[in-house]
Nanobody
Framework: QVQVVESGGGLVQAGGSLRLSCGASGRISSINDMGWYRQAPGKQRELVASITNGGSTNYYDSVKGRFTISRDNAKNTVYLQMNSLKPEDTAVYYC???????????????WGQGTQVTVSS
């Protein structure tokens, strides 16, 4: 199958920066979209940013100009550079990978286990 592993979360003061990384491995044929989602306590999971295999990006309005998503197709890895962090960015951040899998038909969605980002005021 496919494994998705995130890293890079932590505790940072408001105005600081963090960089999240997410790598996908396993029986991957090709990766389509990769994205970052977040879920704060008591709230629904929301899309933060996504990137297609062609490099087109999409951002949640509240993070535009502060967060940058990028990917390294050779390494099956996606990154999220987060600058000017705010307390309201505090959440568990999840990586999502949509890909085709060797021996299976269709496009499949896989999630990482999540990484905590905490921004103190």
């Amino acid at each position: 199958q496919v494994q998705v592993v995130e890293s890079g979360g932590g505790l940072v003061q408001a105005g600081g920066s963090l960089r999240l990384s997410c790598g996908a491995s396993g029986r991957i044929s090709s990766i389509n979209d990769m994205g970052w989602y977040r879920q704060a306590p008591g709230k629904q999971r929301e899309l933060v940013a996504s990137i297609t295999n062609g490099g087109s990006t999409n951002y949640y309005d509240s993070v535009k100009g502060r967060f940058t998503i990028s990917r390294d197709n050779a390494k099956n890895t996606v990154y999220l550079q987060m600058n000017s962090l705010k307390p309201e960015d505090t959440a568990v951040y999840y990586c999502n990978v949509r890909c085709s899998v060797v021996g299976r038909i269709g496009i499949w969605s896989y999630w990482g286990q999540g990484t905590q980002v905490t921004v103190s005021s």
